[in-house]
């Protein structure tokens, strides 16, 4: 059994910065990119960012590029989700997802999810 957990989720006025962490226990593949997406009220899900399991390919969503940047750190078995810049559109649940053999824009492609952690943005 696979688990992922998200965390670093909270309330940050606009212009401000959060970090979220995505930490995977279990049987996790063997290698594996990781995805960011998040759900607004209301809203389908949307793709944020992936990394690599080398960590050398990093994609964004148009609406978060320049602000938000990706990156894993393997002797944790953990993602880091750096952004900035927030903006009240950005409040959303974020999800962590795990298992897809290559970096992908597509929820479909990975395997396994996080329960979500909470980030809203006063404006």
């Known amino acids: 059994q696979v688990h992922v957990v998200e965390s670093g989720g909270g309330l940050v006025q606009a212009g401000g910065s959060l970090r979220l962490s995505c930490a995977a226990s279990g049987r996790t593949p063997d290698t594996y990119a990781v995805g960011w997406f998040r759900q607004a009220p209301g809203k389908e899900r949307e793709f944020v960012s992936a990394v690599s399991w080398s960590g050398a390919s990093r994609i964004y969503g148009d609406s978060v590029k320049g602000r938000f940047g990706i990156a894993r750190d393997d002797r944790e078995n953990t993602v880091y989700l750096q952004m900035s810049g927030l903006k009240p559109e950005d409040t959303a649940v974020y999800y962590c997802?795990?298992?897809?053999?290559?970096?992908?824009?597509?929820?479909?492609?990975?395997?396994?999810w996080g329960q979500g952690t909470q980030v809203t943005v006063l404006s």
């Open positions: 997802a795990i298992g897809g053999v290559v970096v992908s824009r597509n929820p479909g492609e990975y395997l396994y």
